[in-house]
């Protein structure tokens, strides 16, 4: 019985891990999600209406704004999970990310309160943005970390599944709002209970996040090694560099999904219970796909499989949006979307192993952190904002499969220049 016991344990160890890391970021993206899905009507909430383009390109800003304050939670809380333990960074951000939910949720528009109705929103956005720079670096850490030598693209990969997941549960969330609800009952408040849905996650992974172990290589570490920052910074710049490279094409094609909403129905000319489709084939996809493409980066290579996902992306993203523009239906946006979805779980699901190899264990998750936060802060924060203004500018609307296909480039570049230096796993 004590046999079958620790047996029992030892399966169910890594599979509570993965859990608790995975709501955390199931939570982060939908929150991030929801909130680009539902641009329009949160434009006509919390901004003055005199121009209803200004006041969705103030949404996309408010949105972005939320990045900015990620490159300084990457830092506050990377150290904090490198010096006193993932698990307690993880349990933290969880608890910040629920108070970033909870102002769209609850804050007046701007008919009730003016001005302060944006300001308040974009200090959640900040709170939000805040909590998410510290988060992706323990979530790695800690599966990377439980991951068995062979299986570590496996695990890490269920960082990009949840992020699926929490693009899967934001589609179908607006698709049922979209079917309970009219235009003008969303625009009037209805949208709100996606947030509150989304505080239910907070909870629950805030419970099973407690009740796991710290990581064996994070407690075997010895305390000497624990050096100061700069110290660190010096003697990791290059990774960072490399990390940051990374980076483009992954944040770029996962914010365009949020975007491909509004793009679906200012564009396409599609309804919102339409546009959602789009979401909800990408995030599915996304889920499904990335730890089957990670099992077969641990057997052939993750260069090989990172290599295909963005080469491919940067050769067939320009024709896959000529097409949809041409063919503006429900059938077509989800082929496209399914398509982006395979070819960025081909990146993605290794990307986050990629990132941890680069980093000593006394810097990795402030290391992972400092680069994602500042790859997605600049190029995955910004899409939506910057594909609208280039949009307006030029009056092209396949602005943005010139945008996804530069990205990819960009980012095959960074992998064949530091595919060397991610050798610690």
């Known amino acids: 019985m004590t046999g079958s016991a620790n047996t029992s344990r030892t399966t169910s160890a890594p599979r509570r891990t993965v859990a608790a890391a995975s709501f955390g970021n199931v939570l982060e993206i939908y929150d991030f999600i929801v909130y680009g899905i539902f641009a329009i009507p949160i434009s006509k909430t919390f901004f003055p209406e005199a121009s209803a383009q200004n006041a969705l390109i103030l949404t996309f800003l408010t949105f972005a704004a939320g990045f900015l304050s990620r490159p300084l939670g990457a830092f506050v809380l990377g150290r904090y999970a490198d010096r006193c333990g993932r698990k307690k960074a993880l349990s933290l951000t969880l608890i910040l990310m629920a108070l970033g939910t909870i102002v769209p949720a609850l804050c007046p528009g701007y008919a009730s309160i003016g001005i302060a109705a944006p300001l308040i929103v974009l200090m959640g956005r900040l709170i939000q943005g805040f909590s998410a720079g510290g988060e992706v670096g323990s979530v790695v850490a800690m599966l990377v970390e439980n991951a068995p030598p062979s299986q570590k693209n496996f695990y890490a990969s269920f960082q990009q599944a949840s992020q699926g997941i929490g693009i899967l549960l934001g589609g179908l969330m607006g698709l049922v709002l979209a079917y309970f609800f009219s235009e003008s009952e969303m625009v009037s408040g209805a949208w709100r209970i996606a947030f509150f849905f989304g505080l239910l996650i907070g909870p629950v992974g805030w419970y099973i996040r407690r009740s796991i172990p ?71 996809v996304i889920a499904i796909s990335s730890p089957l493409v990670a099992r077969l980066a641990d057997k052939i290579g993750a260069k090989k499989v990172i290599l295909f996902g963005a080469g491919v992306s940067a050769v067939v993203a320009y024709p896959l949006f000529v097409i949809l523009t041409r063919h503006p ?37 402030t290391g992972v952190n400092i680069a994602y936060s500042v790859g997605v802060t600049i190029f995955g924060g910004f899409t939506p904002a910057a594909i609208t203004i280039l949009i307006n500018l030029t009056g092209n609307n396949l602005v943005v499969g010139y945008y996804l296909a530069a990205a990819a480039a960009i980012s095959c570049i960074g992998v064949l220049v530091f595919h060397k230096r991610s050798a610690r796993f």
């Open 214 to 284: 710290e990581t064996s290589t994070f407690q075997s570490q010895e305390k000497s090694s624990r050096d100061s920052f700069w110290k660190l910074f010096a003697t990791n710049w290059l990774a960072l560099l490399a990390g940051l490279s990374i980076m483009v094409f992954w944040t770029v094609s996962n914010y365009l999904t949020n975007y491909m909403t509004t793009y679906s129905v200012r564009e396409l000319h599609l309804s919102f219970s339409n546009s959602y489709y789009s979401l909800i084939s990408y995030g599915l």
């Open 329 to 365: 239906s429900v059938e077509t946006l989800i082929a496209v979307q399914a398509i982006l979805g395979v070819l960025s779980s081909c990146y993605g699901a290794c990307a986050s192993a990629f990132l941890a190899g680069l980093f000593p264990t006394s810097f990795r998750v």
